[in-house]
C-alpha cells in the first residue's frame, strides 16, 4: 500500500470525518509492506499484509475461492484486465482482491485500493 492512501483512507466504521492512520512496521520505498491502519477516532485497526490493507469490519466466513472468467488466476486477471506494467494506482473490487498481493508481486510498481464488497 503507497503511503500517499493514507492521505484519503477514511475508517469504514466512523466514515468521511475520520481519517486513518499509519503504522508501518515494514516498507520498502514509499510502500508500507506490513503494519496497521488505525482510527483515532473509535480505536480500530486495520491490517496491512504482503502491501495489501484489509478495510473490512467483519471477516466473511464464506469467500468465493474463484470467480467466473480467470478462476483465482493471478496471471489471468492481469491479461483480462490489460494489467503489463505498473505505473500509479488500479482499482479492484468484489472476489478477485483476493490475488491482488499475487499480482502486485508479478507486476513490479503496480499499487492497487482493493474494495471487496460495498456495504
Do not use: W
Request: with cysteine; net charge neutral; aromatic share 6%.
Amino acid at each position: 500500500m503507497h503511503l500517499v492512501l493514507t492521505d484519503v483512507l477514511t475508517c469504514p466504521k466512523c466514515g468521511q470525518h475520520a481519517g486513518l492512520v499509519v503504522l508501518a512496521e515494514r516498507i520498502d520505498g514509499r510502500r508500507v509492506l506490513e503494519g496497521f491502519l488505525g482510527c483515532p477516532s473509535c480505536r480500530s485497526n486495520y491490517p496491512i499484509r504482503d502491501g495489501v490493507a484489509d478495510l473490512r469490519v467483519e471477516e466473511s466466513t464464506n469467500r468465493e475461492s474463484h470467480v467466473e472468467g480467470y478462476a483465482g488466476d493471478p496471471v489471468r486477471l492481469a491479461a483480462l484486465t490489460g494489467l503489463t506494467e505498473g505505473r500509479g494506482f488500479s482499482l479492484i473490487t468484489g472476489p478477485a482482491v483476493q490475488v491482488a498481493a499475487q499480482i502486485t508481486r508479478l507486476i513490479p510498481n503496480l499499487q492497487f485500493v482493493a474494495i471487496e464488497r460495498f456495504p
